[in-house]
């Protein structure tokens, strides 16, 4: 005689003994369990059960030196609360406000341009811009700016779907400005779009066009700058990283392009801002009436809560105190020497070891720049058992040791590491 699988609710509220989910989802997980393996199903229940535990969102430590880790939420910033917010409403006149207006004006401060708008990424920045400028006619890309980003985002894609038709330029290492002469002459082309190859460099026998040149051909230039540096001379760090490093010196820049007459700018804004996830599109104020005019505005708006941490993002540039205020800036302007006290406090306390790091900016942001860094150093891969410990610690392992590099890390989860580590002895 086969024994009788167990009741769904005596399971169900067996597994809420450790497990803390609502009783709605726990019954469903007895449910199935006892359906799929009635003979296990108390085991299987629990197994998939703290599978659905440990998948839920929830705050981690960033050991891995990546300081925009793309799998942990790029720039680290906290929440924006949970209360209302004024974000369509005019305090002073009591009727519908703006959510564009304030931040368009703190924008046209910080970049130089005369209007902005924000939606949810800068793949939709780019998508808008190219559906409301170019819908039915041609758009113009150096073929070595042909890039695919990452998670499937490619421009020649993102440009049919838009209902634009990319007109190809010049050849994959070597554009001139005769090839953009040649295609506004001869083709029907709405923009001149300019895309940061951030995730890849070309070396060797290559040449593009400057910006200044392109905009005097007659047709608006849009620089996808992508990672959002603001401005090259970081003037947003009060003096703070001097001299300025030459990776930040190197990135195209949003006020630069601008500057040199880009009629519009896109850009993350978790890359190199270092705020909440969204796209910027930055510039002459007729270009962006016209993105904000299109149907699909609509759909790519972001909500308060993405507005009010952009915001704050934005005023701590212009107030110039980003290295201590912008988390991500916070990490990279961290005095090499105060990384390595850390890290000695917190191997002292554990039993680890430390050693000398390379810290990396990550999101695809200037590929191949590492900035100095310390890490603690445990022997033997741990990574697993420390990715399971109640606020999870991530780290890097090579040569069979376990690395958890300080810059990445907010010095208050310092302690957090020091429990992490102690649980894994
Ligand atoms: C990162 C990047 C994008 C995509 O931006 P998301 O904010 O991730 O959507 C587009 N273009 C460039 C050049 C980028 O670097």
């Keep these: 005689m086969t024994e009788r699988p167990p009741s769904v609710d005596r399971l169900a509220r067996e597994l809420a003994i450790t497990i803390d989910l609502p009783h709605g989802v726990l019954v469903e997980v007895a449910r199935s369990a006892v359906a799929d393996a009635p003979t296990r199903a108390a085991d299987v229940a629990r197994e ?20 925009l880790h793309t799998n942990l939420g790029r720039a680290p910033l906290s929440a924006a609360g949970d209360r209302p917010l004024n ?38 920045a780019v998508l808008l811009v190219v559906a409301a400028l170019a819908e039915g006619r041609g758009v113009a890309v150096s073929r070595g700016e042909c890039v695919e980003i990452g998670g499937g985002f490619r421009i020649p894609e ?9 007109v190809d330029v010049g050849t994959t290492n070597r554009t001139h400005r005769d090839d953009y002469v040649r295609a506004v002459r001869d083709e029907d082309i709405a923009l001149i ?53 030459a990776w930040i010196a190197d990135e195209p820049a ?50 308060s809560q993405t507005l009010m941490s952009l915001q704050s993002v934005l005023l701590a540039h212009l107030r110039r105190d980003a290295a201590d205020t912008v988390p991500f ?67 890097r392992v090579r040569d069979g040791q376990t690395l ?12 957090v590491v020091v429990d992490a580590v102690r649980a894994t002895q």
């Design 87 to 124: 974000l369509e409403y005019d305090l002073s006149s009591g009727g519908r406000g703006s959510r564009h207006e304030p931040i368009s004006a703190l924008l046209a401060g910080l970049v130089g341009s005369e209007s902005a708008l924000v939606v949810n990424n800068n793949a939709a």
């Design 329 to 395: 800036w916070a990490m990279v302007c961290t005095p090499l020497d105060d990384v390595e006290r850390r890290a000695h406090a917190v191997a002292q306390q554990c039993g680890a070891h430390i050693a000398r790091s390379d810290a990396a900016i990550g999101a695809g942001s200037a590929p191949g720049t590492t900035i100095d860094s310390w890490a603690v150093v445990l022997d033997g891969d741990h990574s697993s058992a420390l990715r399971r410990h109640a606020t999870p610690v991530i780290t």
């Design 158 to 166: 993102v440009m049919e779907r838009a209902g634009a038709r990319l």
């Design 404 to 415: 958890i590099d300080l810059r990445s890390v907010h010095p208050d989860d310092d302690a």
């Design 48 to 67: 998939r059960a703290h599978d659905l535990e440990a998948s839920l969102l929830r705050r981690v430590v960033n050991g891995t030196g990546v300081l």
């Design 193 to 245: 779009m300019r895309i940061h190859p951030s995730n890849f460099t070309v070396s060797g026998f290559t040449a593009d066009v400057d910006v200044a040149d392109l905009a005097a051909l007659g047709v608006p230039v849009v620089c996808d700058v992508g990672s959002g540096l603001l401005d090259s001379s970081a003037s947003f760090l009060g003096g703070r990283l001097q001299p300025v490093p």
């Design 254 to 303: 949003v006020r630069d392009a601008l500057s040199s007459g880009a009629g519009l700018v896109t850009f993350s804004g978790d890359k190199l801002l270092g705020g909440p996830q969204c796209g910027i599109i930055a510039g002459r104020a007729d270009l962006v009436a016209a993105c904000a005019r299109h149907p699909l505005m609509r759909a790519l708006r972001p909500g």
